[in-house]
């Protein structure tokens, strides 16, 4: 079982649209969870750190929800520069050694 | 200037050759990272390093070797290059703030085909 699980999408949205990411992970003792952006070709780049209480960065809302072992990405009035693929990212449990990325949801935001 | 740099950018080699991929940065941190990135499957960690006299294997190490020469310099060696190692390979840094993770840096990327 992969550590961090993804839908690969894509997800094909108008601009305006709100839309949702999920991301589950495995590991129940895990301590960060991140939201990094990728555009393609190019290196990630962090996106947002998620935090247990949710937290928001202005159009982008993420959400953690430790009992059932996901984190969410929502994206409010998309952007065409939304486009991009959003990767899940969880640390590891012990000294903070290892992040663990999952694959990636592509999403297009269409005109 | 860029934080964290790689060189080279994009790179072609035949099956059997040695080649080394390389990494600087200029952030003062000092965890430093190799990962490879193939399609579908996100990006996994081959090595890591937390100064230069730590050096820890990740999921994917088979195949690679890596050496910590400085704070600031972190490379990634292929003693024989295969086809399946053909991938988009990135380097990272991050600092550690002793109570949770912290962000990672990422250089631009090396674009390493394996003939």
């Known amino acids: 079982r992969k550590e961090v699980e993804q839908d690969p999408g894509p997800f094909n949205v108008p601009e305006g649209a709100t839309v949702a990411f999920n991301c589950t992970y495995s590991?129940?003792?895990?301590?960060?969870f991140f939201w990094y952006r990728q555009d393609c070709r190019k290196e990630p780049k962090l996106l947002m750190s998620?935090?247990?209480s949710g937290n928001e960065d202005g159009r982008f809302t993420a959400q953690l929800n430790r009992a059932s072992q996901y984190i969410s990405l929502l994206i409010r009035d998309s952007k065409l520069s939304d486009s991009a693929t959003y990767l899940c990212?969880?640390?590891?449990?012990?000294?903070?050694?290892?992040?663990?990325f999952g694959s990636g949801t592509k999403l297009n935001v269409k005109p | 200037d860029a934080d964290v740099t790689q060189t080279p950018r994009n790179r072609i080699t035949k099956t059997g050759k040695r080649i080394m991929l390389e990494c600087s940065q200029t952030?003062?941190?000092?965890?430093m990272y190799w990962y490879r990135q193939d399609p579908g499957l996100g990006l996994r960690l081959i090595y890591y390093?937390?100064?230069?006299?730590?050096?820890n294997k990740g999921e994917i190490s088979d195949g690679y070797s890596v050496s910590r020469q400085a704070q600031a310099k972190f490379s990634l060696s292929l003693e024989s290059a295969i086809p399946n190692q053909t991938a988009l390979y990135f380097c990272?840094?991050?600092?550690?703030?002793?109570?949770?993770?912290?962000?990672?840096?990422f250089g631009p990327g090396t674009r390493l085909t394996v003939l």
């Open positions: 390093s937390f100064d230069v006299k730590d050096i």
């Open positions: 952030k003062g941190h000092d965890r």
């Open positions: 990212v969880v640390n590891g449990v012990y000294n903070f050694n290892k992040f663990y």
């Open positions: 590991n129940s003792a895990s301590q960060s």
């Open positions: 998620v935090y247990s």
């Open positions: 990272a840094t991050s600092d550690f703030s002793g109570t949770e993770a912290s962000e990672q840096f």
